[in-house]
C-alpha cells in the first residue's frame, strides 16, 4: 500500500518566510519567520529545520508547493527558484500556488485579495485577470478574503499542491499583476578601453 503523500510548501512572496509540511491530509509542523529582509539567507535554513523537526529527509519529499504571488518582486523570485532548484535535484514535482488560490482554500465566501503597498490590494476577480486596486474600491465590490495571516497562508498553499502535484507538467512561474518597481539605472555606462 503506497504511503501518503508528503508534501512541502513554503512562501516568501511577503515580509515573511513561511513553510509547512503536509503528510496525507495532516499538516504535520509549520514555521513562519517575519521578516523585511533576508528571505533568501534564511528560507533553505528554514526548511531544514522543519523537515529535522518532523522527522523527514529531502528524499521523504513527494511533492513541493510554492507561492508564486502576487506580492514582493524579490521575494517570490527566491521561493520559485527554490522550488524549481529543489524539484529538479530531487526529480519531484513543484506546483505554484497563487495567493488567490491559497485564500480561496483558506475561505470559501469572499473576494481573495492581497495586501500591496499603499493601502491597495491585488484582487482576483472572477473569469478576469488579477488587478491592483485601492482597498477601499475592492471592499466596495463584496468582502475581501485578505492575506493576513501567513502560517494559514502557507498551510493552504500545501493542501492546494497537494491537490495538483500528480498533474503538473510546467515548473512553478511568478505571478505578476504589475511590472517591478525596478528599472536600470539611467547613467551611463562606463567607456570600456581596448587593451
Known sequence: MPSDPIILAFDTSAAHCAAALLRGDTIAASRVEHMSRGQAERLMPLIQDLLTD???TWNDLTAIGV????????GIRISVSAARGLA????IPAVGVSGFDALSNMAKDGLPAIRAPREHVYVALPAQEPVLMAQADAESLGSLILNDDPDAQVRAIARVAALGWQTVSEPPAPLYVRPADAAPSKDSPPVLLDE
Open 54 to 56: 518532523t522527522g523527514c
Open 88 to 91: 529538479l535535484g530531487l526529480g
Open 67 to 74: 507561492g508564486i504571488g502576487p506580492g514582493n518582486f524579490t
